[in-house]
């Protein structure tokens, strides 16, 4: 569970690195959408890492099978 979250904070990097950056750097995002979307991926990468950060803390006081 904790690789497929990080995995999902991985590609969401990518795609605020590969798609929204070089949009909002460039400037070609007349109606704001690349930095709307840019927002919206980085709200979700921090919710991954909480979650991430909240699967650890449940593992960790978990009694081993």
Do not use: C, M
């Amino acid at each position: 569970l904790k690789l497929l979250l990080a995995a999902g904070v991985i590609a969401l990097g990518a795609v605020n690195h590969y798609r929204f950056r070089p949009r909002i750097e460039a400037g070609a995002d007349p109606g704001g959408a690349a930095l709307r979307g840019f927002r919206r991926s980085v709200a979700a990468e921090i919710t991954l890492g909480a979650l991430i950060l909240l699967v650890v803390a449940v593992l960790v006081v978990a009694l081993p099978a």
